[in-house]
Every structure is written in C-alpha cells, then in structure tokens.
C-alpha cells in the first residue's frame, strides 16, 4: 500500500521557519515529480512547490518564492520543504502530491 507521511509542521511566529518532511512508502517513486499544495481555511486548495525526480528542477508559486526551498532525497523517498520567513497567510495544511497520491496533510499556523 502506497503511503506518504507528512511531518515537521506546527505553530510558529511570523518570520519563524519550519521544514516540512514528506516520506514516501510503500513503492518507489522513481521518476515521479514530487509536489507541495496547501489549503487555507475557507479557500480552495493551491500549489506551493514542485521538485522534478530526473534533474532536480524546482518550481514555485510566486506567494512562496524567495521564502521556501523545496529538496529531496531519492535514496529515501523523501521530499522536504523548507519554509523560512513565514507569513500569517501561509497557515493552511500542507499536503505533499507523489504520482497522483496525496498524503493526508499537516498543520501549519504561523501567528501575528
């Protein structure tokens, strides 16, 4: 069975950093584009960040770039986020997208 497991979110102050852990099981996800979406309260869910399995090309969306850097490490299913200079609006949960599979989410709250 296909698992993703999100960790490292929580409350932070804004300004604050978190790094958010995606550890994938189950199958490997070689050559899979590994992904970050986020959904605030009341809002539709969005794109955050995507890091491709062959070259490590990366992607943002323009709320997040400059501020967060997305990695992995295929040796260990693993895809990060790392989030620094947070911002009241980036509290939503974190959801972290594998060849169509979406893990179950993590909190993120960053406060005022």
């Known amino acids: 069975q296909v698992q993703l497991v999100e960790s490292g979110g929580g409350l932070v102050q804004a300004g604050g950093s978190l790094r958010l852990s995606c550890a994938a099981s189950?199958?490997?996800?070689?050559?899979?584009?590994m992904a970050w979406f986020r959904q605030a309260p009341g809002k539709e869910r969005e794109f955050v960040s995507t890091i491709s399995w062959s070259n490590g090309g990366t992607n943002y969306a323009d709320s997040v770039k400059g501020r967060f850097t997305i990695s992995r490490d295929n040796a260990k299913n693993t895809v990060y986020l790392q989030m620094n200079s947070l911002k009241p609006e980036d509290t939503a949960v974190y959801y972290c997208?594998?060849?169509?599979?979406w893990g179950r989410g993590i909190q993120v709250t960053v406060s005022s």
């Open positions: 189950g199958r490997t996800f070689s050559g899979y584009t």
């Open positions: 997208v594998v060849g169509g599979t």
